[in-house]
């Protein structure tokens, strides 16, 4: 279940760039321009080949070619751009005493995954009276957000919605 969400995510992300891909090679057949191996994000300097967004060159054979580069915004930036998300949690009535640590393990969480695939990001973090509010590019590391603070502390309780229309997740994390 969870390796298919995952899967199901990814091929989101790639879906829409391709789409993106693909008017940007008609636009290239329009005006002659040669076939570009390597788009590089201007914003986080992400970069895409071999059908993913990855964090540098380190895994392309071919480097001391002559490549072509373009520079465009990655998904995840211009989901930031746009003040979007994928998902959403919030902690509501978080415990003082372990504030610190909540804290700690959401940004440890978002680390890693950005750390796997730069697409996966933490957007925000808010404090407001006893309430933090948590987005993300990605709606499956919101459900690993709020599943990590949940398995290190017993009073939390997480409750997932799944919007219909988008791939958007919306969790709410109670402590009892
Ligand atoms: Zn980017």
Redesign the pocket.
Known sequence: MKQKQIGRQQANISGVYRKKIERSKKEEQEHGAGKKDFVV??????VYYYKSWKHGFADYKHLNQNKNIKFE??P???MIEDKKFEGKVVFENVPNEYKEDILNNIKNTGERAYKRD?MDRIIEMKESGGNVEVTTTENQLARNIARQVERAHKGAKADIRWSKEESVARIVVRFM
Do not use: R
């Open positions: 994000c201007e914003k986080c300097n992400a915004i990655c995840a930036c211009q730069p």
